[in-house]
């Protein structure tokens, strides 16, 4: 009897050593997730460190007169934990499950197959430029400064309607004799055409000519959309400089507190009454503000920076309900206009309870 129990005992202890090796194993193998967590916080009001190491105004604006502020307007960031050259071990992303902070998702939904580390923060270095431009014009539309906005071919797609119709560099400053002043505008047009040929007015090296392409049906998750085939984008002609210093952050989802930045700095008073906001959202230059990911963690990192407010895209209110950290007040936004306003009622001391939730928009 007792050789047996201690047989028993003996496997049960080999046992128990075997499960620890494994474990132990198990905990610095490569896994196919990454960690998102918060990252810095910046203020648009305040400074930056430029590539010298010296701190700079955020955002500088030349050519107009400017106005003193108060409190913040945060911008939101995410860092992510792990890349293709390095994945986070399975004992991190066990730490990272049970923190509410952060998020574990797969690694290629934030480092695509076949595309580099290199590749990725150059593609994000491109979005924070276009999305500063986005802002600036968003702003200065809002203050009625003529933007100078025109569209504009970066190239034309192999294969494609536009390819030899339309060369990059080109101006395309009419569809069928009505002025378009961006992508947005000239997409939309394509799409009422619904295929069929549509005529561009196009300025080349200083002469305007008339192009006609047909565009193609593409269908991607049983959504159909016209494509002539081209890249776009939309340059502008500022009346006045404002110039935007961050370093090392990349992506467009910074682009509506850019927005609120400028405004704040070319207007007088103090547009969120000297309280400290935070806020995300991509923006376009008719001031819509668009999703972004990462949300979550960027409602602990403005929390954690001391932020009593929050403006969240409408279009992220599925991911915010229920993980709101305590001591921060969401309020959701879908434009430009309506984050004004909701500044607006926070300076005034109004009754900040009454404007819109992700809550009330769930309901």
Request: with cysteine; charged share 25%; aromatic share 4%.
């Amino acid at each position: 009897m007792d050789r047996t129990r201690s047989g028993k005992l003996g496997l049960g202890v080999w046992a128990l050593i075997v499960a620890l090796v494994a474990l132990v194993v198990l905990t610095f193998l490569p896994s196919p997730y990454v960690i998102q967590r918060p990252g810095p916080v910046y203020d648009t009001l305040g400074t930056a460190t430029d590539k010298d190491g010296d701190e700079v105004p955020l955002i500088k604006v030349e050519g107009a007169e400017t106005f003193e502020t108060a409190g913040t307007l945060d911008l939101t960031t995410v860092q992510v934990v792990g890349n293709r050259e390095r994945t986070p071990s399975w004992f991190e992303l066990a730490l990272a499950w049970m923190d509410s902070s952060r998020a574990v998702v797969p690694l290629d939904s934030v480092f695509p197959e076949g595309v580099t580390t290199e590749q990725r923060d150059e593609r994000n270095a491109t979005l924070m430029v276009d999305s500063q431009h986005e802002a600036t014009a968003a702003a200065l539309n809002e203050l009625g400064y003529d933007t100078g906005a025109e569209v504009v071919v970066v190239e034309a797609v192999e294969d494609s309607p536009a390819d030899g119709a339309l060369e990059a560099d080109d101006v395309i400053t009419a569809i069928d004799g009505t002025a378009v002043e961006s992508a947005t505008e000239l997409r939309a047009a394509i799409q009422e055409a619904a295929g069929d040929p549509v005529t561009l007015t196009v300025r080349r090296d200083g002469e305007e000519q008339a192009v006609v392409v047909t565009p193609e049906e593409h269908t991607e998750g049983g959504v159909t959309t016209w494509l002539i085939g081209v890249t776009l984008r939309t340059g502008y002609d500022f009346e006045i400089d404002v110039t935007i210093q961050l370093d090392n952050v990349g992506g467009p989802s910074a682009g509506m507190m850019f927005a609120l930045g400028i405004i704040d700095t070319l207007t007088e008073g103090e547009l969120n009454g000297g309280e400290n906001v935070a806020g995300t959202g991509t923006i376009d230059a008719a001031g819509t503000v668009g999703p972004i990911g990462g949300i979550r963690q960027k409602l602990y990192g403005a929390r954690d920076a001391g932020a009593e407010y929050f403006l969240a895209p409408e279009a992220n209110c599925d991911e915010v309900v229920g993980h709101v950290p305590d001591g921060l007040q969401v309020i959701r936004t879908g434009t430009l206009d309506e984050s004004l306003d909701a500044l607006e009622v926070i300076a005034d001391d109004g009754d900040v309870a009454s404007l819109p939730t992700c809550e009330s928009a769930a309901r």
